[in-house]
Nanobody
Framework: VQLVESGGGLVQPGGSLRLSCAAS????????MNWYRQAPGKGRELVAG???????NYSDSVKGRFTISRDNAKNTVYLQMNSLKPEDTAMYYC?????WGQGTQVTVSS
């Protein structure tokens, strides 16, 4: 089982990024997928999740700005992040099938 995140980077406040998490080694379509983040000195927090039926949930801090989606044909889950704020700066991780990806860094700064 492997999860590989990509798409992080440096963006100005108000900007957008789209993160991707490519999964392999399990039947992707059958499992919920989640995005977490961890800022320096803080614990890991759930950002968004999507189950096998496509139902989504979001943390209050990102609701209305972030959108989680999945493409079962590509075994990939996405996190579209709009209206980014400096407080969104963190390492973003994908979780699925009990497995964590290695993370991708998102830095929001002018």
């Amino acid at each position: 089982v492997q999860l590989v995140e990509s798409g992080g980077g440096l963006v100005q406040p108000g900007g957008s990024l789209r993160l991707s998490c490519a999964a392999s080694g399990f039947t992707f379509s059958r499992f919920a997928m989640n995005w977490y983040r961890q800022a320096p000195g803080k614990g890991r927090e759930l950002v968004a999740g999507i189950n096998s039926a496509g139902d989504r949930n979001y943390s209050d801090s990102v609701k209305g700005r972030f959108t989680i989606s999945r493409d079962n044909a590509k075994n990939t889950v996405y996190l579209q992040m709009n209206s980014l704020k400096p407080e969104d700066t963190a390492m973003y991780y994908c979780l699925g099938y009990g497995t964590w990806g290695q993370g991708t860094q998102v830095t929001v700064s002018s």
